[in-house]
């Protein structure tokens, strides 16, 4: 049986950049995102990961579509034996966090906390009833956000703080089934979603923010995904990883 990797999120950016990772390690990839199938950046990451990858409108906001995905996945590629979550929405508004209104905080929990959570709860019920081979992982990406604080998105960091704690229920609740469970945190990575702070973090870089003096690249998250998903840290179960260049670093 081929190994066969959910990626939410991974029509672009991060995710794309574990795509093509997987792809390398004969992975069949499943895509998944709130995006409309026939949107330019879904074509193009298809045409970039050739027929072995599948796309699937999906909402990590919406519970009932869980079951429905995974079903379909399953009867295009197989069963999912790898799961990288790594879709997740940023604050609607940064801000002062005593402005935080509750529905920009619930918007951000529904989809790095709840959806999250979920998905991986169906995922992991699946891959207990699959063979030991090939391996099975989920890995959750999170942040530095996680450990580090930015008071103008409370919810965020909050949400990936959540998300960290998460991965360590995951990992000791299935390591007697042999299924891997990791957390990589990136730092500064140079997305989309980075875009419009680029000129900030720009300076920011250039000022020795982050130890080795550069953006991340989403290359660099799927480098530090393939040796988890293949069985290579296995007994590092819970592992967290920081990819970030060092920023996590503490210093004097």
Not at 62 to 90: C, E, F, K, M, W
Not at 117 to 130: K, S
Not at 165 to 174: F, G, K, S
Request: net charge neutral; aromatic share 6%.
């Amino acid at each position: 049986m081929s190994p066969v990797a959910l990626i939410t999120g991974g029509q672009r950016g991060i995710g794309l950049g574990i795509a093509q990772a997987l792809r390398g390690a004969r992975f069949k990839l499943a895509l998944a995102a709130p995006v409309p199938p026939e949107s330019e950046e879904v074509q193009a990451a298809l045409t970039t990961l050739g027929p072995e990858a599948r796309y699937y409108p999906f909402d990590l906001a919406d519970l009932s579509g869980i079951a429905p995905l995974l079903d379909a996945v399953n009867r295009d590629l197989g069963p999912v034996t790898t799961l990288i979550s790594n879709a997740g929405v940023p604050a609607r508004l940064r801000g002062d966090m005593l402005d935080l209104r509750p529905e920009n905080y619930d918007a951000v929990m529904a989809v790095n906390l709840k959806g999250t959570f979920f998905l991986a709860q169906e995922t992991a019920r699946r891959m207990r009833a699959l063979p030991p081979e090939p391996y099975r992982a989920l890995v959750f990406i999170t942040s530095v956000s996680a450990a580090m604080i930015s008071v103008e998105r409370a919810e965020y960091c909050l949400s990936k703080a959540g998300a960290a704690m998460m991965v360590q229920l995951y990992a000791a609740r299935l390591a007697g089934d042999g299924i891997g469970v990791f957390e990589l945190r990136p730092g500064i990575i140079e997305t989309g979603m980075t875009a419009g702070v680029k000129d900030r973090y720009d300076a920011l870089i250039a000022d020795g923010l982050v130890p080795a003096a550069r953006w991340g690249v989403p290359a660099d998250i799927g480098a530090a995904a393939l040796p988890l998903v293949t069985g290579q840290m296995a007994f590092a179960t819970g592992a967290v990883i920081p990819v970030d260049g060092g920023l996590s670093l503490h210093r004097l």
